[in-house]
């Protein structure tokens, strides 16, 4: 919550507001989010105009996740930019513009409530499919393997060299008695 009442409601009046708050719960998406109660920097600018407060500027948090192609945990720090107008609550509206008036955010005692516009800018700043980098070449489909650590991975031959003791292995266990005397 940021108080504008500082602002005096006078058109043309204007505050930098920098400040760093705790990331709220569940912002962001399922694989990629800013951890909850982590740093959130914000660099606005509050500006009174005739119906309200006009919001501008940026925030800045740690995204964490993971690949949606390798799994590869991914960290990254994301800066996103907003704009919106928050509406004066006394201000008489039409009740013919009723439905357009939901979409309005509102100021209550002109106190601005900054975390839906947060959620909204940083949902749609995140890609619907997090990569650990671009053109990530994902998992090997026969043994998992992550392929950009191995880009020369393949399975020509039959055994992965790594396999191959632990196969060796496998003929050994099962002890036939009547094979092992010589
Ligand atoms: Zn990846
Ligand atoms: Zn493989």
């Known amino acids: 919550m940021l108080d504008t009442r500082e602002l005096g409601r006078r058109p043309g009046s204007q505050r930098d507001v920098v400040r760093t708050v705790p990331a709220p719960a569940e912002l962001g998406?399922?694989?990629?989010?800013?951890?909850?109660?982590?740093?959130?920097?914000?660099?606005?600018?509050?500006?009174?105009?005739?119906?309200?407060?006009?919001?501008?500027?940026?925030?800045?948090?740690?995204?964490?996740?993971e690949c949606a192609r390798c799994l590869e945990p991914i960290q990254e720090m994301t800066q996103v930019r907003f704009q919106e107008l928050f509406v004066y609550d006394d201000?008489?509206?039409?009740?013919?513009?009723?439905?357009?008036?939901?979409?309005?955010?509102?100021?209550?005692?002109?106190?601005?409530?900054?975390?839906?516009?947060l959620r909204d800018a940083v949902v749609l700043a995140?890609?619907?499919?997090p990569l650990c980098e671009e053109g990530?070449?994902?998992?090997?489909?026969?043994?998992?393997?992550?392929?950009?650590?191995?880009?020369?991975?393949?399975?020509?031959?039959?055994?992965?060299?790594?396999?191959a003791s632990l196969t060796a292995l496998q003929d050994v266990v099962p002890h036939d008695p009547s094979t092992t005397q010589e």
Do not use: K, T, Y
Not at 91 to 101: C, F, I, K, N, W
């Open 136 to 163: 990530c070449p994902g998992l090997c489909i026969e043994c998992g393997a992550r392929l950009a650590d191995d880009p020369e991975h393949a399975h020509d031959e039959p055994i992965d060299p790594r396999w």
């Open 29 to 65: 998406i399922e694989v990629l989010r800013v951890p909850e109660g982590s740093p959130v920097e914000l660099d606005l600018r509050l500006e009174a105009v005739m119906e309200g407060v006009l919001v501008s500027g940026s925030a800045s948090a740690e995204l964490v996740g």
């Open 126 to 129: 995140l890609p619907f499919r």
């Open 91 to 117: 201000v008489r509206h039409d009740p013919q513009d009723a439905e357009l008036d939901d979409e309005v955010s509102r100021l209550e005692d002109d106190l601005l409530d900054l975390e839906p516009l």
